[in-house]
């Protein structure tokens, strides 16, 4: 799964609000008493089969399972399995043709079932279970519905909302057990057999591969979907609704993509790299794609981002892009490869305990990395790795192991320290042993696991295995212990010696210890290389050198995660720039050289990197250089050609921002580019100069303005916007994609609204803001309302002047 987080605090800026959500600082702390052990295995499941009809206007799913397990090692007479909140019609033994009625008890959490017998080891038997499944009604301890965790979502059953009908199952972590008893843990592996029942306008979609299709007399159809590999019972996946089905292939491997009649013709264009990416991946764990197909299907309202459903992945509605937005680069592409590589590590071999959850999401994460290296490029690929790493810094997760057996609530898993740490840090393993060994030692440890359930302590006998190297070392301080080094890096040349001084900051986890490559330059870009250990509170190493190196490059391989203060000069820096070889040491320099406010940073608006080139046109901004002639000169040249939009976009931006009007034809030239990011760049430049014709312009461009056309449009009509604007901004809010943009909109949308006199306009955009509001996860909600809360209630009570009462007691009910 790859969570696309909400940054609440971004909401607590434009709302105003803040509070504090912690279960620490609140007080409880009972759970660093808890030790999240792995779950008992008294009995595996064998297989799953599931007959399923489906009750729009209810949300109820009528589901017969017919459920074949075997005791794991001990006899046993009993069967426990999840099943939250069910309505238990009949569960019964089944020999053959003939169904046995067995005695249960049922306390709506777990269904407690007495066998006919006492089973051995690897003696099978099937039960069989008739049940309803309510999701909507399900209720958790002394709380209210489910909201995140409900296993099984119908979207605009009965077609009365806007947007169309769809069923889909989220099952990660254990939320299958809404729709479907089983053995809800991720220990569990069983082969699967779905039916599903569904009128017959609709597509249905599952695990593995479709054996069926039956037509019923009453409109329907039954599509039976049958996987015959094993896999874990939170992978298993249902979809149904009005969808195109947009086929592929990688070699005679079907590959297809679900998506809404509007997205057939971009789907290609959104998903068409999956299978150069079986490939590549494939080919570099020289393990080849095990599953018999694999699909795509986008779900609207889904809001964890996506999900690795095995042959089956869930995207959110954020994976649509139309043509336009894709010009600026498909913003989906990295979960595109996230939730394919699990199918490798998550799918084929799963984390045994959520406590191990690296072995799925960090190997996800990294996948991400693998694929930019590859795809576009080394610099593209540190960009990124980069962003990841100081998402984990900035995260406050020092004190959080990347293995976590005592957690608050094993959603808690899913964080920075599991994706973002467990990336970085398998980039410092692959660094350590070299990339022969790190794929021959993953190919290993999935060759030796497959379908099986690990710890990541297989995952580091594998790379010893193949290492010969013991690597405890390397496991217990960044698998099992948390935080990272903190250094200062000090160079001395003197005697005919360069030195070469880390200091290490103590820390309450300890030192670290780790290896690390120093590259000595004599000249230009001649070095040698020294490969050292880094272990003490200070070390000092010296090379041998016969002149005074022109800069010394610590960490030359730029893999160490780490919090570094480096101590060159400016003109170490500006070798640093001219001649390393990678990303962080071009970066790093023109960093140091924006902090120094020295003229060097122009020398980023060359680089051959347009990330680069655009985090240089920030720094020149920063650094108040804006106004040097030589640099608008290239900005000006960046701005009119340069090949990557998103750069030439943000030249066009700073520009813009001088207010000139010289610049006036530029931004009239570029206000129809074919990148929305070009364009609002454009319209951004008219607004200042011209308003009266960038509010016209915004009213004319608003049906087809996403991405940032859409934030400068709205942005034009909400500072100089009219109460007949309204439909223009509901229409652009309402097209928005759940994402954080669309919640930071709401903000604006919301203070908008109060300046508005119309009753039935204020009711009509604060549903829009509500409807977008329920979707944000209930940790996010508990940030959120207090600020929304008091905006409804202003709303409210410029309704109530206006004597609009109706809708402002409305108001006053639709935040409680």
Known sequence: ???????????????????????????????????????????DLVHTKLEVKFD????????????TAKPHFYPTDSLTLDAKYMDIKEVAMVNGKTKTPLKYVYDSLQLHITLDKTYKKDELYTIYIDYISRPNEAKTEGSAAISEAKGLYFINPTGKEDGPTQIWT???????????????????????????????????????????????????????WKMDLPNAPYLFFMGVGDYVIVKDHYTKLPVNYYVEKEYAPVAKKIFGETPAMIAYFSKILNYPYVWPKYDQIVGREYVSGAMENTTATLHQDGAYQNARQLVDGNRWESTIAHELFHHWFGDLVTAESWSNLTVNESFANYSEYLWDEYRHGKDYADDQAFQEMQGYLMSNSNNKDLVRFYYRDKEDMFDAVSYNKGGRILHMLRTAVGDDAF?????????????????????RLAFESVTGKDLNWFWNQWY???????????????????????????TYTGLFKFPVAID??????????????????????????????????????????????DKKSADEFLQQYKYGPKYLDRREALEYFAAAKSANIALGLSDKY???????????????????????????????????????????????SLKNEKYLPL?????????YSVSGAALEGISLLKPDQAYTLAKKYSEDALGKLGTVVSDILYKNGTAEDFEILYNIFHKLSFSQQKIVTAVKFTKYLMTLKNAQDVKKGADAVMAALNKVPSEYRTYMDPGFKKAFGQLADNQRKLGNNEVADYLDRLIL
């Open 667 to 675: 931004f009239q030239k570029f206000i129809n580019d074919s990148s």
């Open 170 to 224: 989220q099952g990660e972590t254990e939320a299958n057990s809404v729709w479907m008893p089983t053995i809800d843990k991720p220990n569990q592996k069983t082969t699967q057999e779905i039916s599903m029942t569904v009128p017959d306008k609709y597509v249905t979609l599952s695990n593995g591969l479709m054996v069926s299709q039956k037509k019923n007399n009453d409109g329907t159809r039954t599509d039976t």
């Open 480 to 506: 099992y212990g948390n935080g990272q080094p903190q250094l200062e890096i000090n160079y001395q040349y003197e005697n005919g010696k360069e030195c070469v001084i880390v200091n290490q900051k103590q």
């Open 1 to 43: 799964m790859k969570r696309i987080l909400l940054f609440a605090c971004l909401l607590f800026m434009a709302l105003g609000t803040y509070a504090q959500h912690d279960a620490e600082q609140s007080g409880d702390t009972s759970w660093k008493q808890i030790y999240r052990a792995s779950y008992p295995k008294i009995n």
């Open 439 to 459: 794929f021959a030692s993953l190919n290993k440890y999935l060759t030796d696991h497959k379908f099986q359930a690990t710890e990541s302590q297989q995952l």
């Open 56 to 67: 729009y206007d209810k949300q109820w799913m009528f589901g017969k399972e017919w459920l």
């Open 520 to 565: 000595v330059y004599k000249q230009k870009d001649e070095k040698v290389r020294y490969n050292v250990w880094v272990e003490h509170a200070s070390d000092t190493f010296y090379f041998p050198s016969a002149q005074q190196p022109s800069w010394v490059n610590f960490d030359a391989e730029k893999s160490l995660l780490a919090f570094k203060t």
């Open 610 to 656: 347009a990330g680069l080139r655009l985090l240089t046109m920030d720094l020149i901004k920063d650094a108040g250089q804006l106004d040097v002639p030589s640099n608008i000169s290239i900005i000006e040249s960046i701005a009119e050609k340069d090949p990557n939009k998103k750069t030439q976009a943000k030249a066009i931006e700073l520009l813009a």
